[in-house]
């Protein structure tokens, strides 16, 4: 690889993160390793999390990948299926669904398996606020009782809800939402042995009552690093960075005073500066939106970006540098530098970081510190 440019992913720092998730919750760990496993590599991020209770992906496809590449703990696909040529899929690679619509149920209840086709575990979902997925509270009781009538699905049904704003301490949503769906599961009168689910990362750490009594909570983003509520940071969790997104000095120049830099110069020098120019880029999955200002870490210390992010190259202002020179190394993010913080700085969340770093950026995989 000639150029500089790369993404190291920590398995060690990730191994720990879900310790932090076990030490925080009585309930069994179903990983969430959807999209790719927020852009760190499904496969290799599920081999290294191998001591999870199980996974959670998006979409059958991923869920195929994933138990192709020899997990056997269960899956749980958590927009379910949407066509009948699906479920053949769901059984031959031995799926949970999230059922959350009626023509799934109208699917399951026409359905003719062949002899080798039973015991579907589903997962009925209830839309407690969030309005995208799941029954209403009015609703769910009657297809609680569909589900349970289909005889290709195996009982007991589970249940689970989402939390929409977890992420805010402050909201009284939450709590809101875990009273919605306590009373929709109090009026279904569950079997002792049906599961249940409410929890995100940040449902896990910060919100006690959306696991307390659950036999599952659903974390992401905190096993990859970053914290799971806003205004609070991952250190506060003790919680590692997984993905170091790196390249290098690439040229070195003395700018003087009222000179614009990059396109549309939209940046003009207030002094003579010394500019820095680093090989990333929104080509590689740098927000083009990050502003001037956004933090780059240079042999441990951080210079503001400024000017435009362009496809393959990024400037900064390094003026206080004494002894910096071309190919000393540059930390995007990661270790020394959260992903959380430039996120803020490009008016987004780390999930969408990760998840955009671009085929051009090579991974590298270890088990370091
Ligand atoms: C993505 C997702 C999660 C994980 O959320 P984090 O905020 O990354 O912890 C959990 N449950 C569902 C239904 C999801 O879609």
Not at 158 to 179: P, V
Not at 267 to 273: F, P, S
């Amino acid at each position: 690889m000639s150029r500089a440019t790369r993404a190291d992913i920590n398995l060690s720092a990730l191994k720990h993160n879900l310790h932090v998730a076990r030490a925080n919750t009585q309930a069994n760990i179903m990983a969430v390793v959807k999209a790719n496993a927020y852009g760190h590599g499904m496969v290799e991020i599920a081999r290294a999390l191998s001591t999870t209770d199980g996974f959670a992906v998006a979409t059958i496809d991923e869920a195929m990948d994933l138990r192709e590449s020899g997990v056997y703990q269960p899956i749980l696909i958590l927009e379910g299926f949407n066509r009948v040529d699906d479920l053949r899929l769901v059984y031959a690679y031995d799926l949970q669904c999230v059922i959350h619509n009626e023509q799934q149920i109208e699917i399951l209840e026409k359905y003719k398996p062949t002899v080798s086709e039973k015991g579907l575990k589903v997962w009925l979902k209830i839309d407690t606020g969030m309005h995208r997925l799941g029954f209403s509270p009015q609703q769910v009781s009657t297809m609680y009782q569909r589900l349970l009538s289909c005889n290709i699905v195996q009982q007991p049904v589970h249940i689970m809800t989402h939390l929409a704003c977890a992420d805010d301490k402050d909201s009284n949503f939450t709590n809101l939402q875990i009273k919605c769906f306590t009373e929709s599961m109090e009026a279904l009168s569950l079997g002792e042995d049906s599961h249940i689910s409410v929890a995100n990362s940040a449902g896990l750490m910060a919100w006690p009552d959306a696991h307390a009594n659950s036999h599952w909570v659903r974390p992401g983003i905190m096993l990859y690093g970053s914290s799971p509520v806003m205004q609070s940071n991952a250190d506060q969790f003790d919680l590692k960075p997984v993905m170091t997104l790196k390249s290098e000095v690439i040229a070195l120049h003395d700018i003087k005073k009222g000179d614009g830099i990059g396109y549309g110069q939209s940046y003009v020098c207030e002094d003579n500066i010394k500019v820095a120019t680093i090989a990333i880029g929104y080509g590689d999955g740098y927000p083009r939106h990050a502003q001037t200002g956004t933090p780059v870490l240079i042999n441990g210390k951080q210079y503001p970006l400024i000017g435009r992010v362009s496809m393959d190259m990024i400037t900064v202002d390094v003026s206080p540098a004494k002894k910096l020179k071309i190919g000393d190394e540059v930390i995007l993010w990661g270790e020394g530098l959260s992903a959380d913080v430039i996120a803020e700085h490009a008016n987004t969340i780390s999930y969408d970081l990760f998840c955009g770093v671009t085929q051009r950026v090579p991974f590298y995989y270890s088990h370091a510190g």
